[in-house]
């Protein structure tokens, strides 16, 4: 089964240190990998993709997140954490199912910062 | 571009009442979906329509149906409203079904069942 693991329901950090929040999926095949960020009361947003190509991929507000197919990881990082940067943040992989591709999300992590 | 539009932004229905999301796009997406999002569950795929013309059902159909109006517009129906069906609804939209192109969202409605 194809799915997607957000394993920390909360990540807490200090305004200014380095922040990390994970994801780990199952997929068959490879894999094109999303980090999406919700605001309070409001959709989601885009934030950065994998498709192929360098591990690293760069996206918006400084964030970046780093593939690992040999750990099936995408964790999204970001150098220097700031307080608006305090949302729930989704990781999606893209499924194909008869022959349609759709997105599978985790169950979303709550990122607090802390001045 | 307004982006993805989506009415009502709150709806208080009592259980058997029925009523539509609208949903509505203005950047010529071949593809909408229609999500709904509860706590610790993520987002699930309740219907998507991969092109104008066609739906097909996602993980969690069972008391929805959809209609796709026309390119820009996708409506969710809930038939017979039950306090299972309390959410928040989200519609989407992208520019195919089988590209890598993001997702994009709209604000939401936020849906309680009584």
């Known amino acids: 089964a194809q799915s997607v693991a957000q394993p920390e329901d909360q990540v807490n950090v200090a305004e200014g240190n380095p922040l990390t929040v994970k994801c780990t999926y199952s997929?068959?095949?490879?894999?094109?990998l999303f980090w999406y960020v919700q605001y309070p009361n409001r959709g989601l947003q885009f934030l950065l993709k994998y498709i192929t190509g360098d591990n690293l991929v760069k996206g918006s507000y400084g964030f970046e997140a780093e593939f690992n197919k040999s750990q099936t990881s995408f964790h999204l990082k970001k150098p220097s954490a700031l307080v608006s940067d305090s949302a729930l943040y989704f990781c999606?992989?893209?499924?194909?199912?008869?022959?349609?591709?759709?997105?599978?999300f985790g169950a979303g992590t709550r990122l607090a910062v802390h001045p | 571009n307004a982006g993805v539009t989506q009415t009502p932004k709150f709806q208080v229905l009592k259980t058997g009442q029925s009523m539509t999301l609208q949903c509505a796009q203005d950047?010529?997406?071949?593809?909408m979906y229609w999500y709904r999002q509860d706590p610790g569950m993520g987002l699930r795929l309740i219907y998507y329509?991969?092109?104008?013309?066609?739906?097909d059902k996602g993980e969690v159909p069972n008391g929805y149906n959809v209609s796709r109006l026309n390119k820009r517009e996708f409506s969710l129906r809930l038939e017979s409203a039950a306090p299972s069906q309390t959410s928040v609804y989200f519609c989407?939209?992208?520019?195919?079904?089988?590209?890598?192109?993001?997702?994009?969202f709209g604000p939401g409605t936020r849906l309680t069942v009584l």
């Open positions: 997929v068959s095949g490879n894999p094109y």
């Open positions: 329509s991969a092109s104008e013309g066609t739906t």
């Open positions: 989407a939209s992208s520019e195919g079904p089988r590209d890598s192109n993001e997702q994009f």
């Open positions: 950047m010529n997406h071949n593809s």
């Open positions: 999606a992989v893209r499924a194909s199912s008869g022959g349609y591709n759709k997105l599978i």
